[in-house]
């Protein structure tokens, strides 16, 4: 019985908080912006870096390197506003990804953007 609840307690878990149960964070660190783009594949900003990332579970995971950002995130304003910086100055940024979170156009999902000096 005690086993019967405990299942139903991680169950009920990993059903409340989704996120927690298959989210994979990666960090691309001391990389520039390639070039960006708006308006293909839905709302937001995409992103290309030059280093790739190790792997990427959406579905245009061939290309490593193509990121976004969606115009729903609650940082969106800011994290495109380094993102432009960084493109228009050609500096180093560091970037974590949700390879488990797919934005617009299949592309893994940009949660963090760190501008270096």
């Known amino acids: 019985m005690k086993i019967q609840r405990l299942m139903l307690l991680l169950g009920a878990w990993t059903f409340v908080f989704p996120s927690l149960a298959a989210a994979t964070s990666?960090?691309?660190?001391?990389?520039?912006?390639?070039?960006?783009?708006?308006g293909w594949a839905g709302e937001g900003?995409?992103?290309?870096?030059?280093?790739?990332?190790?792997?990427?579970?959406?579905?245009?995971?061939?290309?490593?390197?193509?990121?976004?950002?969606a115009s729903s995130h609650p940082s969106y304003a800011e994290e495109v506003t380094l993102l432009y910086i960084?493109?228009?100055?050609?500096?180093?940024?560091?970037?974590?990804?949700?390879?488990?979170a797919c934005a617009f156009g299949n592309r893994s999902s940009v949660t963090s953007i760190q501008l270096s000096q």
Do not use: W
Not at 54 to 68: I, M, Q, W
């Open 26 to 38: 990666q960090y691309i660190r001391n990389t520039t912006v390639t070039y960006v783009e708006a």
């Open 86 to 100: 960084a493109y228009v100055k050609k500096k180093t940024i560091t970037v974590v990804i949700e390879d488990t």
């Open 45 to 69: 900003m995409a992103l290309h870096l030059a280093t790739p990332a190790v792997s990427n579970g959406c579905p245009s995971g061939s290309n490593l390197t193509d990121f976004a950002i």
